[in-house]
């Protein structure tokens, strides 16, 4: 079974920046397609951006231009870099890989003065 670990979530200011990190247990990491959701109080979880095996990418038009996803096959480890942070990008962040199928447990992003 598939296990993710999230790291690199926490309190920063509007406009600042974070990037948060995915481990993702196993040999297989390389054939997935991935990506990061999040979710904010009383909201679903929604899109946040996806990276295929063959490296494209696609992210959500609210965060598109400023969040950058990308992997590192030899670390079997995904990223969200996350640059002109806004409050309304404070929600639990969430890896998953196989994309849709496999999840971790949660980040959370507080953007704040």
């Known amino acids: 079974q598939v296990q993710l670990v999230e790291s690199g979530g926490g309190l920063v200011q509007p406009g600042g920046s974070l990037r948060l990190s995915c481990v993702v247990s196993?040999?297989?990491?390389?054939?997935?397609?991935m990506g990061w959701y999040r979710q904010a109080p009383g909201k679903l979880r929604e899109f946040v951006a996806l990276i295929s095996s063959g490296g494209l990418t696609n992210y959500a038009n609210s965060v598109r231009g400023r969040f950058t996803i990308s992997r590192d096959n030899a670390k079997n480890t995904m990223y969200l870099q996350m640059n002109s942070l806004k409050p309304e990008d404070t929600a639990v962040y969430y890896c998953?890989?196989?994309?849709?199928?496999?999840w971790g447990q949660g980040t959370q992003v507080t953007v704040s003065s």
């Open positions: 196993g040999s297989s990491f390389s054939i997935y397609n």
């Open positions: 998953s890989a196989p994309l849709g199928q496999s």
